[in-house]
């Protein structure tokens, strides 16, 4: 079974609009965290936020947020006011504490943000 | 700060060759991560080195085996190449114990 499943292979967007990004996971580990990372055509992966299992809040960083609800395992990202730099691939992410230290990634989600 | 650092940036070998991949963390991390990400697909985890020693790996042949020296800088070795090993081969370094890896841009081998 997947354990990180994102269900949108590519999306088209205006510019300045908001965008949500699907993310849904599995795992029977208690402590784990979630990541969202942006791969540019450039190839780099780029670290934009980090959520732990615990938090009691959802993570924001600058532009992005997550919105993790965690009875439904789901970990979606939320970009506001869309920019054009913003086109890119973009991966969910999951790392189990108590399993091992190596990251999970989905298949990715293209998006394409239109002027 | 510097940031994770790979070398060479793309490689064309042959089938039956051996590659070498190179990688420098970010100042300050002492873990190293190797990923192949395959074309249209997320990464898959190769191995983990943390204090010279392969501390995990994921479902990969033998044929993969890497190295890390004192200065944490990393090595990942693949040989008897086969045309399936053509990806992107990502580098990420991280502080052990601490949640984010941080990713460098990749090296890109193609197999003939």
């Known amino acids: 079974a997947q354990k990180i499943t994102q269900t949108q292979p590519g999306m088209f967007v205006q510019e300045k609009e908001a965008v949500t990004l699907d993310c849904t996971y599995d795992t029977s580990d208690p402590s784990y965290g979630l990541f969202w990372y942006k791969q540019p055509s450039s190839g780099e992966m780029i670290f934009l936020i980090y959520?732990?299992?615990?938090?009691?809040q959802n993570a924001t960083e600058g532009r992005y947020s997550l919105n993790f609800q965690k009875a439904r395992k789901s970990a979606n990202l939320v970009i506001s006011a869309s920019q054009l730099g913003d086109s890119a691939m973009y991966f969910c992410?999951?790392?189990?504490?108590?399993?091992?230290?190596?990251?999970?990634f989905g298949k990715g989600t293209r998006l394409h943000i239109l002027p | 700060d510097a940031g994770v650092t790979q070398s060479p940036t793309h490689l064309i070998k042959t089938r039956g060759q051996q590659v070498t991949l190179r990688c420098s963390p970010k100042s300050g991390h002492d873990t190293v991560s190797w990923y192949q990400q395959a074309l249209g697909q997320g990464p898959q985890f190769i191995f983990q080195?943390?204090?010279?020693?392969?501390?995990q790996r994921g479902n990969f042949p033998d044929r993969f085996s890497g190295h890390q020296f004192p200065n944490y800088s990393s090595e990942l070795n693949v040989n008897a190449l086969l045309l399936g090993d053509s990806a992107l081969y990502l580098c990420?370094?991280?502080?052990?114990?601490?949640?984010?890896?941080?990713f460098g841009p990749g090296t890109r081998l193609l197999v003939l």
């Open positions: 990420a370094s991280s502080l052990v114990g601490k949640e984010t890896q941080y």
């Open positions: 959520q732990g299992s615990y938090d009691q």
């Open positions: 992410a999951m790392r189990e504490w108590n399993r091992d230290d190596k990251i999970i």
């Open positions: 080195y943390y204090e010279e020693e392969e501390r």
